[in-house]
């Protein structure tokens, strides 16, 4: 009897092995599966919306065309005005002469042309990511999805686009009520 007991508890731990080893593949593969499954999940959640609404500009071509002029007026006046400051700022530059600078309690930290050539500086490359973002507005309407706020992809409305014909987002985007 006791042979009897050994070979049937031998079996019996097989079977238990048996049963065991398919439930810890399948609890190991369990997880492999759940984390392929969740991946493309992320990935289409991020803002479709946007670019799918991006294909189409809701503005009539009388507007786009009036908008298209309006860009390329305001793109030659920030032109001609970085290139002005630009240049201020470089004769600036050439009329100082190295030593000028003074740090006595009359003059403060620093001379006048160096402060002026500095805020030269600044207006120019503000104007210059302007004329970037002109450009950018410029290329919308050439494929058709100017006016589409970038990130709801919802219209801007006209009144934002007449006043800031570059705009990229609706105003409550660029304020930060919305995330």
Do not use: H
Not at 27 to 38: G, L
Not at 119 to 137: H, P, T, V, Y
Request: hydrophobic share 40%.
């Amino acid at each position: 009897m006791t042979a009897k007991k050994t070979t049937t508890a031998k079996k019996a731990a097989k079977k238990t092995s048996a049963k065991k080893a398919p439930a810890k593949a399948a609890a190991k593969k369990a997880p492999a599966r759940a984390a392929t499954k969740k991946a493309p999940v992320k990935a289409t959640t991020t803002k479709p919306a946007a670019k799918a609404a991006l294909k189409k500009s809701p503005f009539d071509k009388k507007f786009l065309d009036s908008q298209r002029e309006l860009l390329l007026a305001e793109r030659a006046t920030y032109t001609q005005q970085a290139d002005a400051l630009q240049a201020e700022a470089d004769e600036l530059a050439a009329e100082r002469e190295p030593g000028d600078v003074q740090f006595d309690e009359e003059s403060g930290e620093g001379d006048t042309m160096a402060v002026e050539r500095d805020f030269d500086l600044a207006l120019s490359a503000q104007a210059r990511a302007n004329i970037e973002d002109i450009d950018l507005a410029l290329e919308k309407i050439f494929k058709g999805t100017y006016g589409i706020c970038e990130a709801s992809g919802l219209a801007i409305p006209k009144e934002r686009l007449r006043v800031i014909p570059w705009a990229r987002v609706r105003v409550e985007y660029k304020v930060g009520g919305f995330s």
